[in-house]
T-cell receptor, first 113, second 114 residues
């Protein structure tokens, strides 16, 4: 069965610090990978996605993620966070052609001004 | 396009009551899913459907029923509500196949069971 693991439950950073959130998945076949963000009181928004091609994916708001197939990982990065990045971040995996999108437990990011 | 529309936005139920959460999309998306979101547990898949007449269980299906009679609608039924079903429920949809298709999420239904 597919599963997604996010290692950090709560991350606290100061503005301008660099961010890396870990995400690992378990599925042996071809996968599509996503990072979503949920700002307080709002619903999910897509940050970026990987389907094929260049394993380094750039998304909105300066976020990027790297797909490392050998490590079953899809870590999210941002060189310099802002207070407005305070939110909860979810990694998700969808097996190719499948209808199931499975989420990790989420990482709450708090950025101190 | 309205996208994915969920109704109601808020609901309070008494233990044992039944209700249906509605989800409709106007994008001709074959794939639709229901999730519940609880603090510290992320979004967990309840049921999903890959087309009209086809549904399957997700990670936490107990206590919930679904049906998919049309492409547009995917209602979620709580047969006998329990306090453990207090949660925020999200519906999502996408096009089928292997293309670069992302999921579209509804704005959620906040359900409280007392």
């Amino acid at each position: 069965a597919q599963s997604v693991s996010q290692h950090n439950h709560h991350v606290i950073l100061s503005e301008a610090a660099s961010l890396e959130l870990g995400c690992n998945y378990s599925y042996g076949g071809t996968v599509n990978l996503f990072w979503y963000v949920q700002y307080p009181g709002q619903h999910l928004q897509l940050l970026l996605k990987y389907f094929s091609g260049d394993p380094l994916v750039k998304g909105i708001k300066g976020f990027e993620a790297e797909f490392i197939k050998s490590k079953f990982s899809f870590n999210l990065r941002k060189p310099s966070v802002q207070w407005s990045d305070t939110a909860e971040y979810f990694c998700a995996v969808n097996s190719n052609q499948g209808g199931k999108l499975i989420f990790g437990q989420g990482t709450e990011l708090s950025v101190k001004p | 396009n309205a996208g994915v529309t969920q109704t109601p936005k808020f609901q309070v139920l008494k233990t044992g009551q039944s209700m249906t959460l509605q989800c409709a999309q106007d994008m001709n998306h074959e794939y639709m899913s229901w999730y519940r979101q609880d603090p510290g547990m992320g979004l967990r898949l309840i049921h999903y459907s890959v087309g009209a007449g086809i549904t399957d269980q997700g990670e936490v299906p107990n206590g919930y029923n679904v049906s998919r009679s049309t492409t547009e609608d995917f209602p979620l039924r709580l047969l006998s509500a329990a306090p453990s079903q207090t949660s925020v429920y999200f519906c999502a949809s996408r096009l089928p196949g292997t293309g670069d298709y992302g999921y579209t999420f509804g704005s959620g239904t906040r359900l409280t069971v007392v």
